[in-house]
């Protein structure tokens, strides 16, 4: 009877830039393709956000996760198979990890902190959005103010810095 033997795995999966937008969706699929083929998750975190040496698929910049796991080295093959057929993942590299000790894997988790950065990045694009309705209302009462009576309104072009200064103006007398 064979013995199967479970191996420590150290595991680099780059995403594309547009990632950064959705770091819970992005973690989530890296996840479940483990828990697909029974890995045992030690830690995972966001490594990093880089520009790349050269363009991966027409991709100058990506998100990289890191990710600490234990498998069944008859069930790599099918893993390495799912990451290949993933359209989200641009590049993955998976090692052994014999060199590092469980303390050392542990200490990598990060999903707390991946946790604080998506609810951080949720709460500035709602901020942002919040702050784009209100230029726009702003717009659209000048252009109301701007009506001479005949149901026209002049065309007028508002820059970028006309805007930002309504809505600034708007944030001060609001407070």
Known sequence: MSEITINNYEAMFLFPQ??????????DHVLAQLEK??????????WDDRRLAFPIKGNKRGVFFLGYFKLS????AGLERNLLL??????????RADHLSQEQMEAAEGRAELAD???LRGEQQ????????RATTKAERKAA???DGNGEVPEKDTSAEETMEAVETEETTAS
């Open 18 to 27: 547009s990632a950064t937008a959705n770091l819970s969706e992005a973690s």
């Open 37 to 46: 083929v029974g890995a045992e998750v030690i830690s995972f975190r966001k």
């Open 73 to 76: 080295g008859d069930k790599m």
């Open 86 to 95: 993933s359209e989200e993942i641009v590049r993955f590299l998976i090692t």
């Open 117 to 119: 950065e998506i609810k």
């Open 126 to 133: 709602s901020d942002d959005a919040a702050s784009s309705i």
């Open 145 to 147: 103010d701007a009506d």
